[in-house]
């Protein structure tokens, strides 16, 4: 494959959770930054979390902190956000992203080189 895969999402209700992977691309034996995006309906895209190619340190939204967990499995090239406690807020197409991005610039998008097509979380009231 030439460009990271979600898969993961659905329906869910309020309170509830879900876990999205992200498959790398594997294009070559760099291993990349990972990070999650997402857009809602009618919004800009947002970041959610990143991590580090190492794995060793992690940056999360504002309005995800303490909710969504993200972690990697380099022997598996896949990065995965276990999301929790989910809102109707959280409605989006969530979208995984890799890079070779510096730590200090891991919530920005223009970092990145490679996106998936995303997957569609949606979370009922």
């Known amino acids: 494959q030439v460009q990271p895969k979600e898969s993961g999402g659905g329906l869910v209700q309020a309170g509830g959770s879900l876990m999205l992977s992200c498959a790398a691309s594997g294009r070559t034996t760099i291993v990349y930054a990972m990070a999650w995006f997402r857009r809602a309906p009618g919004k800009d895209r947002e970041f959610v979390a990143a991590i580090t190619s190492s794995g060793s340190a992690t940056v999360y939204a504002d309005s995800v902190k303490g909710r969504y967990t993200i972690s990697r499995d380099n022997n598996e090239n896949t990065t995965y956000l276990q999301m929790d406690s989910l809102d109707p807020e959280d409605t989006a197409v969530y979208y995984c992203?890799?890079?070779?991005?510096?730590?200090?610039?891991?919530?920005?998008?223009?970092?990145?080189?490679?996106w998936g097509q995303g997957t569609q979380v949606t979370v009922s009231r």
């Open positions: 992203a890799e890079g070779v991005v510096n730590t200090s610039h891991l919530t920005e998008g223009l970092g990145y080189d490679y």
